[in-house]
């Protein structure tokens, strides 16, 4: 608890509205309790949100959504249309101690409506994704992240092959491999938010996710 209270505190001096929970069952209360009812909800892809059960509680009270995960969704209209939504919800790849998301996207569409657009952003993460700093962030995801994602999706690159990204022991860390199914494309540092509150973390006292 004491890790969440530090990360949290150095959150909130970056500008993020920061809640901490012990499990992720309390995550929907804090969610429902930010979301407007004639909100429109888009999302990203994560594992932690499917673990928390929002996306299906948010959807069985009503609210609007932005769902992707529907068959024969329109996926790139709805990436583009979560810019214009009220509120984003989606996951990080790794929090610091010191209160800064790193992130790393193939397609870009959840760094980017977390960078911009939507009015509110609300991120959900477990400890596991307090690292020490930006280090041990980028070689969270080289090491862990991408590799079980890259599994879990199916797809064929080198970390799903070998556990490892390609580029882990270069000094190019933010490169990778080959494949056009790679999803390590873009890093996304995210520090002082100037508009204050935009975005919301909420830390979760359990593992959630990758």
Do not use: H, W
């Amino acid at each position: 608890m004491e890790l969440l209270k530090k990360t949290a505190q150095n959150l909130e001096k970056n500008n993020y509205k920061t809640y901490i929970v012990n499990s992720k069952e309390e995550v929907y209360g804090i969610v429902k309790s930010l979301v407007n009812k004639d909100s429109v909800i888009g999302f990203g892809g994560s594992e932690s949100l499917k673990e928390t059960a929002v996306l299906d509680l948010l959807e069985k009270d009503g609210y609007t959504l932005l769902d992707r995960r529907k068959e024969g969704a329109d996926i790139p209209k709805i990436y583009r249309d979560a810019f214009s939504a009220d509120f984003y919800l989606c996951s990080s790849n790794a929090i610091t101690e010191d209160g800064l998301l790193y992130n790393v996207d193939g397609n870009a569409n959840r760094v980017a409506a977390l960078l911009f657009g939507p009015e509110n952003v609300i991120v959900v993460a477990g400890v596991n994704k307090i690292v020490k700093n930006i280090n041990e962030a980028v070689k969270r995801v080289k090491e862990y992240v991408a590799p079980k994602n890259c599994v879990r999706l199916g797809l064929d690159t080198y970390c799903a092959k070998t556990g490892r990204c390609i580029a882990l022991d270069s000094e190019e860390k933010f490169t990778g491999c080959d494949s056009p199914k790679r999803i390590c494309c873009d890093y996304v540092i995210s520090g002082r938010q100037r508009i204050k509150d935009r975005v919301k973390v909420i830390l979760v006292n359990e593992e959630l996710g990758y």
